[in-house]
């Protein structure tokens, strides 16, 4: 699907904020960049989430706040998109400044859901997981705090996947918490999700933050294995208890049932503390977000980010600043801080046990576009199971599990830190039961 072809179909689902012109074609776009036909993508249609530089192209973290900021360079990841013959199809919409679960915080209007027409795509990887969903592009980059690749690949029926912390480079990246954040591809299948992420993960020293490991760490997509015989998966009862929807219950036991039945054994385990993980998740956020934020005063970059931005971006600004104040911070973000240590020393004490941790990814189906929520904290319930595996920094993907009343939704899939390939093994057995 050419550039232009594009376009006209974007136009009823606004997955992108901006196009790539530089090509037209996939031949054409391959000579313009003076790229050979051998890279690892091999001239695959990239989407690249609104919060990464790419050279030459808006960023504008789909907001007022830099809605005509042109970025100068390319994030690390996008570097290494194009050195492996990707072709960037443009910018893709996203929740303002990746604040929001929806896909509806955007300045730039609501993102569509392709495979459930009238109902949100989820948040905030909104536009990456539609142009996948839509076939507008083969793969894409998106970035995930505390579920924002894993909510809308669910919500959209695609695979999306969340590494380690430090596994791929944060270097271009406009932060929403920098402690918690993971850039991580989206994509139709795992082979394609896996091969896009053996692209863009490895050290990078112009982030502090990366990881430097052994070279045969990055394998992923070589070293795919779907036999899901001798691997232990945990489930806890305290997922069942956060359920909404019973229709997402039958459909991840039945997921779990087929596991099974594959010859992967299934084992009850339990997580206490799982009930505090959702406002340690945001204490966190708050804070951290309020920080990232300051250099948006109006002087370097567009417009003071509180003169303009949307009610959601304001609501985590004044939370976070108010959290920050000495007053408070012993009060709310120190102990937020010692609740994140133990939800990250429970985790790892059950995976002494089991190989992949399994749960839903939502607790409940995607709302119409336009629903009024009053309320926040039901917007941000959405989150309850992914914010486990960004608190701990561990890897998590998922995978379509199945469709209620036509509405996709997916089986996620954790694992110890530095699990990436066991995981991405066990979501690609799934997937081909």
Do not use: W
Not at 97 to 114: I, V
Not at 364 to 378: A, C, Q, T, W, Y
Not at 403 to 420: E, H, R, S, V, Y
């Amino acid at each position: 699907m050419e550039i232009s072809e594009i376009k006209e179909k974007d136009e009823k689902i606004n997955a992108f904020i901006a196009f790539n012109n530089k090509f037209k074609s996939e031949e054409e776009g391959l000579k313009r960049i003076n790229l050979s036909v051998h890279g690892k993508l091999k001239g695959l249609k990239v989407g690249v989430k609104s919060n990464m530089n790419v050279s030459g192209l808006k960023i504008t973290c789909a907001s007022k706040t830099l809605e005509n900021y042109l970025s100068f360079y390319d994030a690390t990841v996008v570097e290494r998109v194009k050195a492996n013959n990707g072709l960037i199809a443009g910018m893709t919409n996203m929740d303002e400044f990746a604040c929001g679960s929806s896909g509806e915080t955007s300045y730039f209007n609501p993102t569509q859901n392709p495979s459930a027409p009238g109902h949100i795509p989820g948040g905030s990887s909104s536009g990456s997981a539609a142009a996948v969903a839509a076939g507008f592009v083969d793969c894409a980059l998106g970035s995930d705090t505390g579920g924002s690749i894993r909510n809308p690949a669910s919500h959209c029926g695609i695979v999306g996947f969340k590494p380690t912390y430090g596994v791929v480079s944060r270097y271009g990246l406009i932060d929403l918490a920098m402690s918690l954040d993971q850039i991580g591809p989206m994509a139709k299948d795992v082979k394609t999700a896996s091969l896009l992420l053996e692209v863009i993960a490895g050290q990078d020293g112009k982030d502090a933050t990366c990881l430097n490991l052994d070279k045969n760490f990055y394998t992923f997509h070589k070293n795919l294995d779907e036999n899901l015989k001798n691997l232990k998966f945990g489930y806890a009862k305290e997922f069942d208890d956060l359920i909404s929807d019973a229709g997402i219950k039958n459909v991840i036991h039945k997921a779990i049932d087929k596991i099974s039945s594959a010859g992967g054994e299934i084992v009850n385990v339990s997580l206490p503390d799982l009930n505090i993980a959702l406002p340690t998740y945001y204490l966190n956020v708050y804070v951290e977000f309020f920080s990232a934020t300051r250099k948006f005063d109006g002087r370097r970059y567009g417009y003071k980010i509180e003169d303009v931005c949307g009610e959601e971006v304001l609501r985590r600004i004044i939370l976070g600043k108010f959290i920050s104040q000495k007053e408070n911070a012993k009060r709310y973000y120190r102990k937020a801080i010692m609740a994140r240590t133990l939800i990250k020393k429970e985790i790892s004490e059950i995976f002494k046990n089991i190989d992949v941790l399994l749960s839903p990814t939502v607790p409940k189906l995607p709302h119409k576009i336009g629903e009024k929520i009053s309320d926040p904290r039901v917007m941000y319930a959405y989150d309850i199971f992914t914010v486990l595996a960004n608190l701990a920094g561990i890897p998590a993907g998922v995978v379509p599990a199945g469709k209620i009343d036509g509405i996709p939704t997916a089986l996620q899939f954790m694992g110890n830190a530095l699990g990436d390939q066991k995981v991405l093994n066990a979501m690609y057995g799934f997937e081909n039961l």
